[in-house]
DNA sequence: GTAAACCTTGCCCCCGACGTCAACGCCAGC
DNA sequence: GCTGGCGTTGACGTCGGGGGCAAGGTTTAC
C-alpha cells in the first residue's frame, strides 16, 4: 500500500503520513522505487493515532500507544505507559475545564452587570454580584 | 510614564506593550527623545485588556472594551460591542467546555476498559483469587 | 505514446502572543 | 568620561500540526 491509499483508508492526508513519519511516529519502509510501503498492521497504528487525536491527544502523547502495538501488544492501551498517559490525560482534561468553567463564571458575571449597568443606569452602583457567581 | 514603568506597574512586559502598539491597540505618545509616553488613562486601557486576556479573550476581542473606554465610557463593558463580545465568549465557552466533557467521558470509558483489561488478562495468566473471604 | 495521476524531497507559510537577540541612542550617577 | 540601565527599531524564533507549492521521477490507463 502507498502512501495515498493509506491516507484515505485512515480519513488523513499524505502530507500528516510524512510529517508522522519525520516524528519517527509511523516509520515506513521503501520500495524499490523510493516509495513509501505500508501494510495493514501499518494502518493500525495510523487509526490509533487519529483516533487518540480526535480525543485531544497530541501526536507525542500517541507514541507510547503505537509503540505499545508495535510490541505486539493486542490494544494500543495494553502497556503501562499509555495507561500513565490516560491518567495525565484525564487530570490535564479536569484541570483544563475546571479552569474554563471559572472563566465563564468570570465573564457571565461581567456581562450581567453591565447589562445591569446599562438598564438601569439610576438604580445603584454597587455591583451585586452575591449570587451571579453561582451556578 | 515610560514602557518600563507602565509594564511594571501592569504585570506585563514592554515587549507585549510595543506588540500592543504595533497592533493599534494601545498607540503612544512620543517624547521628544523618541520614547514611549504613557498616563494613567492608558495604565486603564491596559488592565482592562489584561484582565479580559486573563479570561481567555484574545486581543482582538479586547479591542471593543479598549476603544470603549477611550471614547470616555465609565466602563470598557458600557457599550454593546462590548456586550456582543461577552455573548459570543459565552457562547463559545460553553462549546469549549461541552467538548472538553464528551472528551473527557471519551477517554475514561477507554481508560477502564483498557484497566479491566488489564486486570482481567492478569487474572487469566493466573489462577483467580476469588475467593475474597479468604486470605 | 502520452497524459493523468501518483510519488519523491525540500522549502516556505500559517496561527497568537509574544521571547530573544542585535545594534544602537539617551540619560543619571560617580 | 564611563558604566549601567533605561529606551529604540528590526528581525528572527517559538510551539503544533500540518498546508501548499515547485521541480522532478514513476506508474497507470487509454
Given at each position: ?63 507510547p ?14 502497556c503501562?505507559a499509555s ?53
Amino acid at each position: 500500500m502507498r502512501i495515498g491509499e493509506l491516507a484515505e483508508r485512515a480519513g488523513t492526508t499524505t502530507r500528516a503520513l510524512r510529517y508522522y513519519e519525520q516524528l519517527g511516529l509511523l516509520p515506513a519502509r521503501r520500495a524499490g522505487n523510493g516509495y513509501r510501503a505500508y501494510d495493514e498492521a501499518d494502518l493500525r497504528l495510523l487509526r490509533e493515532i487519529r483516533m487518540l487525536q480526535d480525543v485531544g491527544f497530541e501526536l507525542e502523547e500517541t507514541r507510547p500507544f503505537v509503540e505499545c502495538l508495535r510490541a505486539g501488544h493486542p490494544e494500543g492501551d495494553s502497556c503501562q505507559a499509555s495507561l500513565e498517559v490516560y491518567e495525565r490525560k484525564l487530570a490535564e482534561l479536569d484541570d483544563c475545564i475546571a479552569r474554563l468553567r471559572e472563566a465563564r463564571a468570570r465573564v457571565a458575571g461581567q456581562f450581567e452587570r453591565a447589562v445591569r449597568a446599562r438598564d438601569g443606569l439610576a438604580a445603584s452602583e454597587q455591583p451585586p454580584r452575591c449570587e451571579l457567581t453561582r451556578e
